[in-house]
């Protein structure tokens, strides 16, 4: 098991552009967190899903969305790009409410 | 609300001696708590969380409801150790807030 995989690695955005960022969670979870990382700060939750349904949410605008697809893997979409959104965003996947399992994350950059 | 507060950025201490690392948190409801760790280009991992009452490579932290606070210690620091810690409270439905981070550099 490779545990929890994002995809792409880095990415370079120019504002406005929207971005689709990818997750594959780790063997037998089926829940999957999104977590946004600015330099010099901890991690912070966009929101969480479950049964392919948004399950819990962040103080994030609706420029962030997402979606599960039923094996489990999810994606995060950010429209109308903004500088601020230049960041790391991790994938973290569980069993449940249990404990959170985290990937390497994707470093997106907004020109 | 519900806030996590790690109060230094930066710690250094010399191999051997004790360390510390701060958490505070404000929560009105039940708090579980959770340290992780990211090591030098690894991802952010699981170090240890207060319900399980153990200690993983000899660090330990104890939960104080009364200062609300969950500090990490360890007796004797290695340079292994040196590394990103991060404090992290769990609300209800496994949402996570984490602080912002201290980063520990063991001298040798």
């Known amino acids: 098991d490779a545990g929890v995989t994002q995809s792409p690695t880095h990415l370079i955005k120019t504002r406005g552009q929207q971005v689709t960022l990818r997750c594959s969670p780790k063997?037998?979870?089926?829940?999957v967190s999104w977590y946004q990382q600015a330099l010099g700060q901890g991690p912070q939750f966009i929101f969480q899903?479950?049964?392919?349904?948004?399950?819990q949410r962040g103080n994030f605008p609706d420029r962030f969305s997402g979606h599960q697809f039923p094996n489990y893997s999810s994606e995060l979409n950010v429209n109308a790009l903004l500088l601020g959104d230049s960041a790391l965003y991790l994938c973290?996947?569980?069993?449940?409410?249990?404990?959170?399992?985290f990937g390497p994350g994707t470093r997106l950059t907004v020109l | 609300a519900q806030r996590v507060t790690q109060p230094e950025k930066l710690l250094s201490v010399f191999k051997g001696a004790p360390v510390e690392l701060k958490c505070n948190y404000s929560y009105s409801g039940s708090p579980e708590l959770f340290w992780y760790v990211q090591y030098s280009r690894q991802r952010l991992q699981l170090l240890l969380r207060h319900i399980s009452r153990e200690s993983i490579k000899g660090f330990t932290a104890d939960l104080n409801k009364g200062e609300t606070s969950f500090h990490l210690k360890k007796p004797f620091a290695q340079e292994e150790d040196s590394a990103m810690y991060y404090c992290a409270l769990r609300k209800t439905g496994n949402q996570f807030y984490f602080g912002t981070g201290t980063s520990l550099t063991v001298i040798p």
């Open positions: 899903y479950y049964e392919e349904e948004e399950r």
């Open positions: 973290a996947s569980s069993p449940g409410a249990d404990t959170q399992y």
């Open positions: 063997s037998g979870h089926d829940t």
